[in-house]
């Protein structure tokens, strides 16, 4: 399985992704999620990956493929960020349809889904996701955040802390608690974790980590956040027991 986030606020991007492709009981394999394109200088554009690996690697071997032969429409020659996520959907979809018309693979399930993030000329930062159909959304001001694969763990954080106005530093720790969250409490989500920070107009994608399993900031970030969790159970309103009533229990 695998879970990538991409969170799109004032200051810029922020984007985190694991690296774990199988989780079987004595085969745990990984394989980086996160991939930055060599593109004009105008320009700096990401992507997260989710689903079959396959795929992911056709679809990432195609679109290097079109930069480098400069065909009509890639990376280099898209004026947007959504025309660069149309474009990506419709390569993914064509992917998708070459592994299901192979032969013996009717049960194979191809389906690939992706975030794209960066930067195009004057126009401004963000966040696409694009899903197997080829369609995509972007960040809202309500939910600036974007997630793929096993999102259910690390969505709560995310959902009460990241705001447009939040520090690019803040959001980036938040970010790799709800990682960390995912990691915790889904085996087939795991180390390296990849984070990458862009500020918005920089053009430059110098701010990247990536964090092994027994990494120390890792390890101190998830004690911490532990500790500060139970502070915060700890330091609950009690219930009022004059409000309780007595269970009528039928047999």
Not at 87 to 111: C, D, R, W
């Amino acid at each position: 399985m695998t879970y990538c986030i991409a969170a799109s606020i004032n200051e810029g991007l922020i984007l985190v992704s694991d690296s774990r492709t199988n989780a079987g009981i004595d085969n745990v394999s990984t394989h980086g999620k996160m991939h930055a394109f060599n593109t004009t200088s105008d320009r700096k554009i990401v992507l997260l990956c989710a689903g079959n690996l396959a795929t992911t690697q056709a679809v990432l071997e195609q679109l290097h493929r079109d930069k480098l032969k400069n065909t009509p429409i890639n990376f280099n020659t898209v004026d947007c960020l959504s025309a660069a996520a149309a474009y990506l959907g419709h390569v993914s979809v064509e992917k998708q349809k070459q592994h299901i018309n192979a032969e013996g693979q009717s049960a194979f399930n191809p389906s690939a889904s992706f975030i794209l993030a960066g930067q195009i000329g004057d126009e401004p930062h963000g966040a696409f996701m694009v899903y197997a159909e080829g369609n995509s959304i972007t960040t809202s001001a309500n939910t600036p955040f974007l997630q793929i694969g096993e999102s259910k763990y690390g969505k709560p954080i995310l959902d009460r802390f990241l705001r447009l106005g939040n520090s690019i530093d803040e959001a980036a720790r938040c970010c790799l608690v709800s990682m960390d969250s995912t990691i915790r409490s889904n085996a087939s989500v795991g180390p390296p974790v990849e984070l990458l920070i862009y500020r918005k107009d920089s053009f430059s994608l110098d701010e990247y980590y990536s964090f092994e399993g027994d990494d120390d900031y890792m390890l101190q970030l998830r004690r911490c956040w532990e500790n500060k969790l139970r502070e915060a159970i700890a330091a609950l309103p009690d219930l009022d027991k004059e409000s309780a009533k007595s269970m009528q229990i039928d047999l």
